[in-house]
């Protein structure tokens, strides 16, 4: 189980990045953290797994701009290392390369998104299918440990506590999924959280506590199945998880375009 604490003791906050062409970072995010100092001995992973856990965490948001030396400065380190962990994060579909030699996370898409929520409702629910004859009592205590975490975090939900919340949902997510026993199973849902992981945290930040759709909190309902062989409602309830923060963004984006088009026909 993963406590508060612990979880304070090593989130990041990436609101040092700057430059020209970077949005600004939300006010909820701490100011006073920073990216951690990488080892020049393992500079070249380390950057590539710090700039990783970014993407997986939502602290650069969909669309956001990253230069090479901005990002050499927060991390600091030189700007080869940099450069080779955002290629690494181009080819596997993470981040997108501009004209000007820069990077940009992926904007909102709503294909792109719809095909991200397909494919993690297939993956996740095949890995959640192989764990479920494989959890043991002390692996089901600890995913009873982390939902009532992440009751206690919602209970006094304000937007500092995002990181705590998305925290404990991957620590659920991965104690189920590596119970699977699927060496090839893990390394796609980590890559397919890491292209929807700028999107999750839009959707965490759109949050409202009096919305019908936000009210539900599916880990309960998930274990619940689990523990009662009831595989197919396990994966019913983990795709509902899933889609949630995707209808969010729809939501969100139905709103933005219906506040254009009373825009424009003024």
Request: glycine share 4%.
């Amino acid at each position: 189980m993963t406590g508060n604490s612990e979880l304070a003791a090593t989130m990041v906050d990436f609101s040092a990045l700057g430059g020209s062409g970077r949005q600004a970072a939300r006010p909820s995010r701490p100011a006073h953290a920073k990216l951690t100092p990488v080892p020049r001995e393992t500079v070249q992973d380390r950057v590539y797994l710090e700039l990783r856990k970014a993407l997986i965490y939502g602290v650069f948001e969909p669309g956001q701009i990253l230069t090479i030396q901005d990002l050499a400065a927060s991390l600091e380190t030189s700007t080869m290392p940099v450069r080779e962990a955002l290629s690494r994060l181009i080819s596997e579909q993470a981040l997108e390369a501009m004209a000007n030699r820069s990077v940009r996370v992926p904007p909102v898409d709503m294909r792109r998104l719809d095909d991200l929520l397909r494919a993690r409702i297939v993956i996740e629910g095949t890995a959640l299918e192989l764990a479920a004859p494989r959890l043991d009592p002390r692996t089901v205590e600890s995913l009873k440990a982390l939902i009532r975490d992440y009751d206690r975090s919602m209970a006094g939900r304000r937007e500092v506590v995002i990181d705590f919340e998305l925290e404990i949902n991957k620590s659920f997510h991965f104690l189920i999924y590596q119970a699977s026993g699927s060496s090839v199973l893990i390394p796609i849902i980590e890559s397919l959280w890491l292209q929807s992981g700028p999107y999750v945290r839009a959707a965490a930040l759109a949050f409202d506590p009096t919305g019908e759709m936000s009210s539900q909190h599916y880990h309960a309902g998930i274990l619940a199945a689990l523990e009662a062989g009831d595989v197919p409602a396990a994966r019913a309830a983990l795709a509902t998880d899933i889609s949630r923060a995707f209808d969010l963004l729809r939501i969100r984006d139905d709103a933005d375009m219906s506040a254009v088009r009373r825009k424009a026909s003024t």
